[in-house]
Each structure stands twice: as C-alpha cells, then as structure tokens.
C-alpha cells in the first residue's frame, strides 16, 4: 500500500475537486435559467396586451434613452434583475455577505429608499423579494465603536473573516466558467472582504454594498460619466495649527519646561511644546509646536538634563486587522522635532507606563517600566539605543521611576504599596555584565499607605514620597539589624526618618525647585504647598474647584510655575497672585461639534456633560456650561445668536450664545438625539434621534422660539445624518441600516418615494457618510461604522472624512469614484468623532473619541503632490465600468 504516496497519487483527488466544482456550476447555472424563466413569465403576465401605461416596468426617466431589457439573476432564494454585459465592463460588485433585503426597484420610478433595508413608505409593486409595507424589517441597530485610547486591543478588526462571502454570491456570474477564459469561480473578483461598484449600463445609478446590503444611487442627469469626475488627491492639505486639551485625567510625568522656556505636555498622540504668551498669570495664547511620531497615545515623558532632548513613550496599539502594534519609546529633539532614537520597539508590553534620564552621568542612560504584569524595568543605553539590564519588578502598579541625581547606579521606583530602591551596577555601560538589585523600602513603625505617586530627590541624597494618606515621608539609608532585613543581601537598608502629614487625600505631584524648597500638589484638598528645610509649610495657594486636582508641578521662570490638573487643564500663575488656565479640554468622550456661521469659534459637547465654546483665533475657551447630561450633537441658527443642542435622553436645548441662558427646553421621545440641523435660510429646526424619526420645528426668525411642524417617519433604523437642500424644502438622511431617504419637507414631511428625482438637487451641507457625492470615501470590506463623520467644505471642492481608525482624510468632491485616493493626518489617539470646516474654510477642526482631544487643522491651498497612505485604510475597489 505504500505505493499509493507516489507522484500520481494525489492527482486522483484533485480530479475529483475540479469535477465537483465544474457540476456545481452546472447546477447554479441550471437554476439560474429557471429564475430567468419563470421571472419572464411573470414580467408577461404584467405587460400590458398593447405594451404601455402603469405596467411597463422598463419604461426608462424622463430624457433618458430606453433602458436595454435586463437579465435577472437569482441570489440565494431572491430574484433581482441585473443588467446584460458589455464589451469592456467588468463583472458586476458582489456583496461581502449574504445580501440584504431589497427595499426598492433597480427601476427609478419604483425606488423607495437608497439603502439595503426597508422603509416604512407604501410602495408600488416590485421584484419578488421586495419588502412590503405590511412586512417591516426588525429593527437593525449598528453600534458604533467606542474605541479606547488607553487599550486599543480591546475592539480586534477581523474583517475578512467576518465579511465572508456566501457560495451563492460567490458562483454569482453571467455565464459558464469557460466562458470566462477558465477561471475558478471562487477565484473572480468581488471575492471576500470586497467592496464592489457597479456603474449602470444605461448611466442612471451606481451600487455599493455594506456588510451585504446593497446600497444604490443615482447619477445626476449632468454627469455623462464617471471618468468625467476628478480622481487625484485634492490640492488642499491640513496643518496641526492648535491642539486643545491637556493628558491630565489618566496619566503621570505628563508636564515639564524645557530649557527654551517651552511647556512640554502630551495628549492623545501628539506631543505639544507651547510656549505661553503675556506674563505669569496673565493672558495671551502663546504659541504651540508638535511632536507627531507616535503611532498611538503618549503615557509619560523625560526630559534629557540637556534640557532639550525629550523621551516620550507610548502605549501599545492595533492597527486595522486587530494585530496588536508594540510600545515603544521615541527620544527626538525638542529643537527640530527629528526623532534621534528609537528604544525598546519589541521588547515592552502594553505600554511604557514611566521612564526617566539618568542625571550624573549627563543622561547617558534611560530606565523604562512597562505595563506588563510584571513591570519589567529596563536601563538602556541612550546613545546607541542598547539594553543594558532588564529585571522583573514588582505585580503591583509602578507609577513612578528615577534615577539618583548623585549616583547613577541608584534607580528608585514607587506605586502601590511599595517603594524600591534599585542597585545597577551597569552604571559603566559594561553592556552583558550589567543586573539590578532589590532593596524594599521598609516603613517600619508607619503605616503603609495604599498609593505612593510620586518622590523627588533632596540635594543632601534622602528621598522625600508623596502617599495616597497625605502624608511626605522622609527616607534615609540605615544600618539593617536581624529584625529589618534588607532585601537582596545588603548590609544597609532604606527607612523612614521623618513624617509629615501633608493634605487632605492623596498627594499626586512632589516637585524640588531651584531654591531647594519643594512643593506638593493635593488631591482633595486641591492645595499647592511650599515646603521649607524640616518640612516647614512655607507658603500655600488652592486650585479653584473647576479645575480638579493637581496632578503635575513644573517650575517656569522667576515664580512662575505651571500646573497640570486632573481634568485636563493646564495653570500657569504662581502662589502670591493664584492661576489661571492657559490651556483647557474636555474629560470624557466627544461627540457633537458644530462651527459658528459667521466667526472663526466652534462648540463642542461630549459625555462629561460640558458644552463648550472656543475662540479659534485666540486658542482659549470663551465659555463652558454644565448640561447635566450627556450632549451628542450640536448646531448654530444661521443668523449664530443661539445654537441648539442634543442630549442623549431625546431632550435638547437651545441656548443664546451670548448671555448662554436656556431660551428653549424640548423633549422629543426618551432615546437619545444623534443630529440637530438648522435650515440654510433658519426658518425649519431638523432633529434625528434614535426612535427612528427626524421631528421638524418651525422656528422664528431670531431662533429663540420654535413649533412642532412635523414628523419624518420611514426609516427603519436610527438617525445617522441629515442634510438640508439649499432651498430649505428637502431632506435627505441616513440611518444605522445604511439607508439614503429623501424628505419633503414643506410639502408637509413626505417621504419622496421616487428617489431618482433628487438626483439633482443642491445640498446646503454635505455631512451625510452616504450617497452618490461621496461614496468613494468608504474604504475597502467596511462594515459600515468606519465612517463617523464626514463634511463637505463651504466652497465645495473638499470633503473631510472622520474614520474610526484615529485619522482625518481630505479628498476631492465630489468623491464619486472608488479606490479615491485621500491625504491622511494622523494624531489622534481614539476614533475621529466629527470633522466641521470653520465658517470661511480656513480651519477644519476635529474632535477625538476617548482621548477627549481637539485638533484645530490649518487648511493650506496646497499640498505635495504624491498620496499619503494610511496603513488603517486598505484601497476601496474599483468601479466597473
């Protein structure tokens, strides 16, 4: 039996394949005549005896040719016409999955709605397949993805796998295989995880498909064809101008002065150098620079003793296939913002979660501790980006890390109920013979407390800690004894010699200043204080509530010192005259964002239940007010003397931007509201919400009162997006289940049931992430919420697009063509939220997910002149024409 392993064994079961497949396609091809069969006999039995009137269903629109006579092929158990191939036309798009329901006939005059399920309008007869109004589709509500900034892996893509297409859709073809020049079905395009588009023979629509559904929509009468539309990148490209928002919330090392003067901080990806305008404590905006060569969110700094390199670290990531992206630690100069070392890139896990320069050797050395389960602690050589020493550290939280201004060999580390004191003897740079030895601080007598934050080394070499108990502890070396062993067989141990109780709650931040006294940042008490020599309370200043706790302390010129706080605001001020933010952000996660009509100011809202309106020109908060909920959408009256905002109960407000007194409170169901838009001309207020519907509202001519007008009802999932038509008569929204439905507004909220009549209309805005002028943005296999947020700019040359892979695109508009190619601007740390074009299109402004983040992007005429490629977004297919 042994002679069957011989060459020609394995030919046998590969005939055998081919036969299978080759019968199969018999069989399809077998049942595909059928379908075709009895649908003719159907489509005879409609046809008028003298073929015209109601009947005649291939009647083509107004002022187009008679469409040719379609074939119909079958998918699955429905039957759907599909249009005869022509010389040089590729095959039709394929879905990624099984196909949806139909909601609408391929025939203009018989559409109801443009996306793959159905609506709730009465429609005339259709293919079988065609949902009824009596036969509503359940309920298909999409979440969209909250991704978070501090553990990317938590959302994996798995796409291809997920996307799998059907045999049925994949076996979908026109005739046989050989017909096809031989090739394997299963080898065709518009396989798995592709998203195909297939432009009508007769010119009228285009198709795409989402998660299966297909999503179909009309061509203006104007275009002739789709090679006539711009297909390069755009001329535009985007500049980081200004960064609002501040790492304070979440994270330690997050503040520091570099010897140019600059604050250095980060948030999200970006590492901000600002540099304050105006004197200690007073106004001005000041400048900023950005540090941009982290691929995911920045948890700690160092800064060199050079005071000009800087050591940021990252936390780990995913990119868009859910492979998980290692940490890693950038050291760049602060002067040219050029990346001058690369360390670590495969050797930590999770994140970098503290790092710090040696001092007495002029930072020849960096020590890194990770956030594994073990905290690994490293020390690296600088200059040639070397491990020198790797040891396990401790299970507990480490949160903070350094090394002895007077002995590198000394490395101190401190969290959750402990404090180590680290013996390298690597201090050399003798690299392979270097190790790290454990000494455990003992508290002795003390209690010990749950957290230790933070320490700062005193000039005479004790050690002072800041604890969770409010305490500063004074540690010293002492002579061990057989009752207080050291750790790691040394004769001497570290102890406490001195206690002081400090604040009410946890000390967050210890800072040494250049007159030797030192200062601590509470946490309850929100209280800075000056410590004089014994621990003498000095001086002290209190940090308005609004602002939070102090998490940071960095000394500035002079007395001025800056002042990171725990919700995300940065002070600058000193202890005689108090503070004043120079920098402020969001706490939570954002989502409504809308620009002011007439001035360069934007306002944002989000789950911290604030609304907030900045001032673009002078980089500052104007004002912020508490919602008490949760604000998801906003949008500003055309004339900007109030500005409508929805919350995420089915209430929303309208308030004058002015005196930010409340002139108008509605509820409108109990789900929460995803839109509000204004009318171009301000006469009629639109609200999407959750409960599927779009509530209209006739409102004055200063926007303070309004009146329920009417109720759009037919979509079958919850509201998206919406647009006005610049004649404020029309509507056209989006909805979770990828629907594209078009509303008569003034003619009393109809829903427009022939959809190729809207064709042509002119939109006010374009901010709905469906429909012929922008499906070119959609990416390649998408599942329908890689798009957040899109908008078209005032001047109708460029579309902005929010994905949901932390980055902001620029392409063309229209963007009617796949595979369109866009210019990519990464920094944010989360999903991208929303983008808004300021009111002269000088800005686009963009608004992170979890990393509460707001970019302020300067739009420039041009831009380089070759595509700039995401590794997030895979190419969109092409379209088959």
Known sequence: MDGASGPGAGAAPEALRVLSRRLQAQEEEMELVKAALAEALRLLRMRPPHGDGDGDRSAAPPGLPPPCTPSLVSRGTQTEPQEDSMPGHGPLGLSNGPPGPRTGSEVPGGALSEGGSGSSGAGSPGPPGMLRPGQ???????????????????????????????????????????????????????????????????????????????????????????????????????????????????????????????????????????????????????????????????????????????????????????????????????????????????????????????????GAFLCVVDDSNEHMLSVWDCGRGTKLAEIKSTNDSVLAVGFSPRDSSCIVTSGKSHVHFWNWNGGTGASGNSALARKQGVFGKYKKPKFIPCFVFLPDGDILTGDSEGNILTWGRSLSDSKTPGRGGAKETYGIVAQAHAHEGSIFALCLRRDGTVLSGGGRDRRLVQWGPGLVALQEAEIPEHFGAVRAIAEGPGSELLVGTTRNALLRGDLAQGFSPVIQGHTDELWGLCTHPAQNCFLTCGHDRQLCLWDGEGHALAWSLDLKETGLCADFHPSGSVVAVGLNTGRWLVLDTETREIVSDVTDGNEQLSVVRYSPDGLYLAIGSHDNTIYIYSVSSDGAKSSRFGRCVGHSSFITHLDWSKDGNFIMSNSGDYEILYWDVAGGCKLLRNRYESRDREWATYTCVLGFHVYGVWPDGSDGTDINSLCRSHHERVVAVADDFCKVHLFQYPCARAKAPSRVFAGHGSHVTSVRFTHDDAYLISLGGKDASIFQWRVLGTGPTTPSRTPSLSPASSLDV
Request: hydrophobic share 30%; charged share 20%; aromatic share 6%.
């Open 136 to 362: 509503p589709p359940a309920r298909v509500d999409t979440p969209r993805r909250n991704s978070s900034s501090s553990s990317p892996s938590e959302r994996p893509r798995q796409k291809l796998s997920r996307k799998a297409a059907s045999s049925a859709n994949l076996l979908l073809r026109l005739g046989s295989t050989e017909s096809r020049g031989g090739k394997d079905p299963l080898s065709s395009p518009g396989g798995p995880g592709s998203r195909r588009s297939n432009y009508n023979l007769e010119g009228i629509s285009v198709k795409m498909f989402l998660r299966g559904r297909p999503i179909t929509m009309y061509i203006p009468s104007g275009i002739r064809s789709l090679e006539e539309l711009p297909s390069g990148l755009p001329p535009e490209t985007l500049s980081l101008d200004w960064v609002y928002g501040y790492r304070g919330r979440d994270s330690r090392s997050n503040l520091f002065v570099l010897r140019s003067g600059e604050v250095v901080y980060f948030i999200a990806c970006v590492v901000v150098l600002y540099r304050p305008g105006g004197g200690p404590g007073g106004p001005g905006d000041g400048g900023q620079r950005h540090y941009r060569g982290h691929t995911d969110c920045v948890r700690c700094l160092a800064v060199h003793p050079d005071g000009i390199r800087v050591a940021s670290g990252q936390t780990a990531g995913v990119d868009k296939d859910g492979k998980p992206l290692q940490p890693v630690v950038h050291i760049w100069d602060s002067e040219t913002l050029l990346k001058l070392q690369e360390i670590g890139l495969g050797a930590f896990e999770r994140g970098v979660g503290a790092l710090a320069f040696s001092v007495a050797d002029q």
